[in-house]
């Protein structure tokens, strides 16, 4: 069965330093999700992408984050200058069609901890 | 604005006995709701949606769901509960922009 892969599982970086985070959504999906959960928190919508732009944004997504989708695999999420509090479980996540009627499937996360 | 809430944090029930998970959500229009499961180290996998219909949802893993529009409530139910179900439970809503809102999650321990 088709699955969302992402890499790596877990990252380790300094405040300050800038991270991507690499997703491989399922292949024939068009539309993409970036959900966060910091430990003992629920669940947060980031970001969807649709037709190589931003389709909604929480606010959580604000001018140190940004998305890409850099070939016909990959979709990436960068945050620029990491602060101790992006420290969470960020989840990827496609569909095939957009809306809230489709299923979003996830990849098994990437643990992020900012020292 | 939109919201889910789960009430129970952590629950605990024997190795076939029945099980109920509360899932209350607060939207304006005809929700679509959904309940997801994470085991250790996994992602999130859907267990079954709600978009409209018959208020019975059937899902895998031997899940079900009810809609109650009165009480708006999504509560997931499995009639007898296998140690293999342990993990930690998500309800959402989906919401503009086919974004989720989640709830806080249930966690599922299963005693021998």
């Known amino acids: ?115 | 604005a939109q919201s889910v809430t789960q009430p129970d944090i952590h629950i605990t029930v024997s190795e076939g006995a029945s099980l109920e998970l509360r899932c209350n959500y607060s939207y304006g229009a005809t929700p679509y709701l959904f309940w997801y499961v994470q085991s250790p180290g996994q992602g999130l996998q859907l267990l079954l949606k709600y978009f409209s219909g018959d208020t019975l949802v059937q899902g895998i893993k031997g899940f079900e769901a009810e809609f109650k529009r009165s009480q708006s409530s999504f509560n997931l139910r499995k009639p007898s509960v296998h140690w293999s179900d342990a993990a930690e439970y998500f309800c959402a809503v989906g919401g503009q922009g086919g974004k989720l809102i989640f709830g806080q999650g249930t966690e599922l321990s299963v005693k021998p």
């Open chain 1, 1 to 115: 069965e088709p699955e969302v892969t992402q890499t790596p599982s877990h990252q380790v970086t300094q405040m300050g330093q800038e991270v991507i985070l690499r997703c491989v959504p399922i292949s024939n999906h068009l539309y993409f999700y970036w959900y966060r959960q910091i430990l003992g928190q629920k669940v947060e919508f980031l970001v969807s992408f649709y037709n190589n732009e931003i389709s909604e944004k929480s606010e959580i997504f604000d001018d140190q984050f940004s998305v890409e989708r850099p070939d016909g695999s990959n979709f990436t999420l960068k945050i620029r200058s990491t602060k101790l509090e992006d420290s969470a479980m960020y989840f990827c996540a496609s569909s095939e069609i957009a809306g809230s009627t489709d299923t979003q499937y996830f990849g098994p996360g990437t643990r992020l901890t900012v020292l």
